[in-house]
Nanobody, 115 residues
Framework: QVHLVESGGGLVQAGGSLRLSCAAS????????MAWYRQAPGKQRELVAT???????YYEYPVKGRFTISRDNAKNTVYLQMNSLKPEDTAVYYC?????????WGQGTQVTVSS
């Protein structure tokens, strides 16, 4: 069983920055890809960014150039640096970890961007 704990959410003004963290624990196996998703009120959960164990990254268009995903493999931790935040970035942000053959989710952390 893998346990993911997110932190770093909060309230910020438009144009501000936040850094999210997600630590994976309890796994006896290597964590493969990790990702951040988000879910705004009344909308479906959507992918934000992914990072492989080798460090290759992918960003969805709305956050490209503003968000940076990174990871510390020794700590099984993934980060999301969010800059130039916009009100439309307001959502609950979820961490996802691929520990084959399963995917695991964190409990989510609220990010609110005021205009």
């Amino acid at each position: 069983q893998v346990h993911l704990v997110e932190s770093g959410g909060g309230l910020v003004q438009a144009g501000g920055s936040l850094r999210l963290s997600c630590a994976a624990s309890g796994s006896r196996f290597s964590v493969d890809a990790m990702a951040w998703y988000r879910q705004a009120p009344g909308k479906q959960r959507e992918l934000v960014a992914t990072i492989t164990s080798g460090g290759a990254t992918y960003y969805e268009y709305p956050v490209k150039g503003r968000f940076t995903i990174s990871r510390d493999n020794a700590k099984n931790t993934v980060y999301l640096q969010m800059n130039s935040l916009k009100p439309e970035d307001t959502a609950v942000y979820y961490c996802n970890a691929d520990v084959p053959p399963y995917y695991y989710w964190g409990q989510g952390t609220q990010v609110t961007v005021s205009s």
